[in-house]
C-alpha cells in the first residue's frame, strides 16, 4: 500500500514538474516573440499599436484643452479612442505619432479674440483684452460723443478675424461731440441727484456681497460727470438680488449699464441693476426681496466684473450707501 502511494506520488510530482517546465518555456517563448502593447481603435476602426495609453491619452487631452497652434485656445474631438491590451510582435512598431494625428485630424480648433461694439453692433477686432481697453480708455480720454456706447466682448470663433491695431480702432469710433445748448434749471438736489436721505418707505438689503470699487457721486479718469450709484466688485456671475419686493419694469439691453434690470416698489421708488452677464428676472414679473434676479458681468461701459447699483425716487439719484451697506 505505501509502495503504491510513493509511486503515485511520484508520478504527481513528475506531472507538476513537467506542467511548470512548460509554462516557464511558453512564457520565455511569448517573452521572445511578443511584447504586452494596446491595440487602439477609433469607431470601432484599429488605427494603430501603443505600449503607453497613459502618455498618449494626456497627449491628445492636451490637445482638448489647449489647442495645437498659434491663438489657439482650445479644440473639439467627435471621437476618443478606445484601447485593448494585447500582445504583439516585437517586431510590428507602435504607431503613437500616427495615432495622434489620426484622432485630432478632425478636431476643430477654436481661436479667443475681442470684439469692440458700438451701440452693440461688432465694430473691429483685437487679439488680447488689454488692447480692447485701451481702445475703450483712450476714446474715453478724448471724450468721444459714443464713448458710454463702447464695450468689449470676448469671443471664440472656428476662424480667425482680422485684428485692427489700438490706434486704428480708436480713430475709426472716435465721434466728436456736437455742443447742445441746453437750459438747467438750479435746484438743490445738483441736477437729478441728491445727498440727502429721504423716507423710502421700504427697506432695502444688500444685492451682492463684495467689495466696494465706486461710490455714490464720486469723480473718476473714467466718467465724465458725478458717478451715479455704486460699484460692488464680485466674481463673474455671482448672483444679484432684490433689494426689495417689487415689480420689474425693464429687463434688458440699456446703453452703457449693459444688460440692466430696474424694478419698481412703488411710490416712485426704483432701484436698477447694470453690467449684468445674464438677466433672469423678466418685465412685468413681481419678485420678493432677496430674490436672485441677475448674474454680475461686465456689459456695456465697464471695465470689469461688477453691480453698478442706484436708488432713485421719482427720477432723483440718491446715495445708496444711505440704505444698504
Known sequence: MIKRVAMFLRSSIKLVVLIIAS????TAAITIFYKPTYEVTLNGELIGYTSDKAKLQERINTYVEEGDGEDVVFAQIDSMPEYKLCLLK?????????????VTSNGTEYYRFYAITDDKEEKYYVSTFQEAEDVVEQLKEKNSANKEDIGILEKYDKEKKEFADVETCVSKLYEKVVPKVTYVASTASSGTRSYAKVNLGVTLT?????IITSRFGSRESI???PHRGMD??????SPIKAAA???VTMSGWNGSYGYCIKISHGNGVETLYGHCSSLIAKVG???SQGQVIAKVGSTGNSTGNHLHFEVRVNGVLY?????VY
Open 245 to 247: 419686493g417689487g415689480t
Open 223 to 225: 466718467r465724465s460727470t
Open 285 to 287: 414679473q413681481t419678485v
Open 319 to 323: 446715495n445708496p450707501q444711505n440704505y
Open 232 to 237: 460692488i466688485a464680485a466674481s463673474y456671475g
Open 23 to 26: 509554462i516557464i518555456l511558453i
Open 206 to 210: 444688500e444685492p451682492l456681497s463684495g
Open 90 to 102: 516585437k517586431d510590428i512598431e507602435t504607431n503613437d505619432d500616427e495615432i495622434y494625428s489620426k
